[in-house]
């Protein structure tokens, strides 16, 4: 099992920027890939960005340049930093973490992210 907690959403001005974190906790040594999803009321949970445990990542088109995800293994940590915002960017923001030997991924409960125009 592992226990993922997100923080660090609110509300921002188009323009502005937001740093989200994600703790993982519980069997933390077989995480492998650590990524960031959102969803908005309607549309189908989406790829933001996602990174390797050997620090590959990749991005959504729509946040390419914008966005950038980074990953502390030692410190069980994974952020997003999120510049140059759009109110398009306004959704529910998850964390996910995909377990060696587990079919399902994991999810955190999320964090509202609103962008303001």
């Known amino acids: 099992q592992v226990q993922l907690v997100e923080s660090g959403g609110g509300l921002v001005q188009a323009g502005g920027s937001l740093r989200l974190s994600c703790t993982a906790s519980g069997n933390i040594l077989s995480i492998r890939t650590m990524g960031w999803y959102r969803q908005t009321p309607g549309i189908q949970r989406e790829l933001v960005a996602r990174v390797t445990s050997g620090g590959l990542t990749n991005y959504a088109d729509s946040v390419k340049g914008r966005f950038t995800i980074s990953r502390n293994n030692a410190r069980n940590l994974l952020y997003l930093q999120m510049n140059s915002m759009k109110p398009e960017d306004t959704s529910v923001y998850y964390c996910?973490?995909?377990?060696?030997?587990?079919?399902?991924?994991?999810w955190g409960q999320g964090t509202q992210v609103t962008v303001s125009s």
């Open positions: 996910r973490a995909d377990v060696r030997g587990v079919i399902d991924p994991f």
